[in-house]
C-alpha cells in the first residue's frame, strides 16, 4: 500500500530533482495567500528552497504592510491534496523537477505546480498550440480538426483548450496521434459540459493538464491563465478563426511574448470572425493555408529555453527587510499606481539597487497591496491604495 510520501516520489528516468520535502513545500508556497507564479520563482531564487520561503515569508508579509497572518496550508492539507491526485489516477509536476515540462519552465510565470492525467511523455514531442473562435464556421472547425490530424500524423502533439469549436475540432482530429487539453478549472471538472466524453478520450489516450486543484470549476479569471498554459506549452500557436475581441488573441499576444511563434488562417473580410486572424496576418503572424506551412516553418524554430527574461538582477544578495529604509518603501509605494509598470522602469526612476526594489515589491506582494503581471510588471491591487508605512 502507497503512503503519503509516496505521492511525491518520482520514477523512471525522469528521477526528481526535487526532495519529496521540498515538493511538499512547494505545494504548500503556491497555496499560500498573496503567492502568485512569479513571486513564487522570486522567492524560490532569493531563498534557495521553498522550505526556506515559507519560514521567511510571515515576516516578510509584515514589512509590506500586512495586517492578518498569512494563510499558509500546513502540511496535512498538502499532503491530503496530493492523496487527492493520486486517487484520481492523476500526477502533479513542479517547476524545477526534471518531468516538468522545459518549454512551459521558461516563461517568467510558469506553473510551480501542474496537475496532470494521461501520457506525459507528450511534453518531449513537438508541440503547436491549435485556437480559435467557440462559434467557428464549419469550414473552419473542419480545417482544424484537419491540421490537427496531420500534425498528430507527423508527430506534433497538438495543444489546445477543450473549449467549443475550434479547439474541440482541433483535439479531434489529434486526438489518436497525441494531444494535450489544458482546462480551465480542475482537470476532474467536465468544461463545457458536451465535452465530457472527448476529456475522458484525452485523459485515456492523450494528456490532460491544470494548475487548479481538483474539483475547481472554471471561473472567468481562469481563463487566461489557462491561455498561457497553452502558449507556453507550444513552440508556436495557430490562430484559426477569431473575432477581434477573441480570447485567442489573447493566446497570440501571450505567445509572443513568451517568443513563440505566431501562425493564422486568412479569411474573408465579410466574416467577423475573421478580423482577428486577418489582422494577426497584417501584423506579422505567418499566413497558413497548408499542413505543410506550418511544417516548413516548425522546421526552423527552437525552443526558448533557459531564465526567463527579466528574472535575473545581478548576483548581489537580496538584502534584509530592517537594511531598507521606510523612505526607500515611501517613495516606491508612491510611484505605483493601478496601472502596470515595468520593475526595470522603477529601479531606473528611483536609481535604487536591483535587489533593494525587489524586496520591496516581494514584501507589498505578499502584503496583499500589488499584483505581478506578465512582462516584469506590477500594479496595486484594490487593498493596496491604503498606505501601509
Known amino acids: 500500500m502507497k503512503t503519503q510520501n509516496d505521492f511525491l516520489q518520482g520514477q523512471g528516468p525522469q528521477a526528481p530533482l526535487l526532495s519529496r520535502e521540498e515538493k511538499l513545500a512547494r505545494m504548500r508556497l503556491i497555496r499560500t495567500d498573496t503567492v502568485g507564479p512569479t513571486t513564487f520563482r522570486r522567492l524560490i531564487a532569493r531563498f534557495g528552497s521553498a522550505i526556506a520561503a515559507i519560514e521567511a515569508i510571515p515576516d516578510l508579509a509584515r514589512a509590506g504592510g500586512r495586517k492578518a497572518p498569512l494563510k499558509i496550508p500546513q502540511p496535512r492539507q498538502c499532503l491530503d491534496e496530493l492523496k487527492r491526485i493520486a486517487d484520481y489516477g492523476a500526477k502533479p509536476l513542479f517547476l524545477g523537477d526534471r518531468a516538468y515540462p522545459p518549454l512551459l519552465a521558461a516563461i517568467e510565470d510558469a506553473p510551480p ?17 491549435i485556437v480559435g473562435a467557440r462559434n467557428a464556421s464549419m469550414v473552419a472547425r473542419q480545417q482544424a480538426e484537419k491540421l490537427g490530424r496531420e500534425l498528430a500524423e507527423q508527430g506534433i502533439c497538438v495543444i489546445s483548450g477543450l473549449a467549443r469549436g475550434i479547439d474541440t475540432a482541433a483535439h479531434q482530429g ?88 505566431v501562425f493564422a488562417i486568412p479569411g474573408s473580410p465579410l466574416d467577423p470572425r475573421c478580423k482577428g486572424t486577418n489582422a494577426l496576418i497584417k501584423s506579422g503572424a505567418a499566413l497558413i493555408e497548408c499542413t505543410d506551412d506550418i511544417l516548413d516553418a516548425m522546421a526552423q524554430l527552437r525552443p526558448p529555453l533557459g531564465e526567463p527574461e527579466g528574472m535575473d538582477y545581478g548576483s548581489k544578495p537580496m538584502p534584509q527587510s530592517d537594511d531598507i ?51 516584469s510588471k506590477v500594479a496595486l491591487t484594490g487593498s493596496g491604495f491604503d498606505t501601509p508605512y
Do not use: W
Not at 116 to 126: C, D, N, S
Not at 333 to 359: C, F, K, N, Q
Open 113 to 129: 505546480v501542474l496537475i496532470t492525467k494521461g501520457a506525459p511523455h507528450l511534453f518531449e514531442r513537438q508541440t503547436i498550440g
Open 174 to 261: 489529434a486526438l489518436k496521434g497525441g494531444t494535450i487539453a489544458v482546462v480551465a478549472g480542475g482537470i476532474d471538472i467536465y468544461y463545457p459540459r458536451e465535452n465530457e466524453a472527448l476529456q475522458r478520450a484525452i485523459a485515456e489516450q492523450g494528456l490532460l493538464v491544470s494548475d487548479e486543484p481538483l474539483g475547481v470549476q472554471p471561473q472567468a479569471r481562469h481563463f487566461p491563465k489557462r491561455n498561457r498554459i497553452i502558449s507556453g506549452l507550444s513552440l508556436g500557436v495557430l490562430v484559426v478563426e477569431a473575432t477581434q475581441k477573441s480570447g485567442s488573441l489573447i493566446t497570440a499576444r501571450l505567445a509572443l511574448e513568451q517568443g513563440r511563434e
Open 325 to 375: 529604509p521606510q523612505s526607500a518603501r515611501h517613495e516606491l509605494r508612491g510611484l505605483l499606481s493601478v496601472t502596470p509598470v515595468r520593475i526595470d522602469d522603477l529601479i531606473r526612476m528611483t536609481g535604487y539597487d536591483a535587489a533593494m526594489v525587489l524586496t520591496i515589491l516581494l514584501e507589498l506582494e505578499l502584503a496583499g497591496l500589488i499584483e505581478r503581471l506578465p512582462g
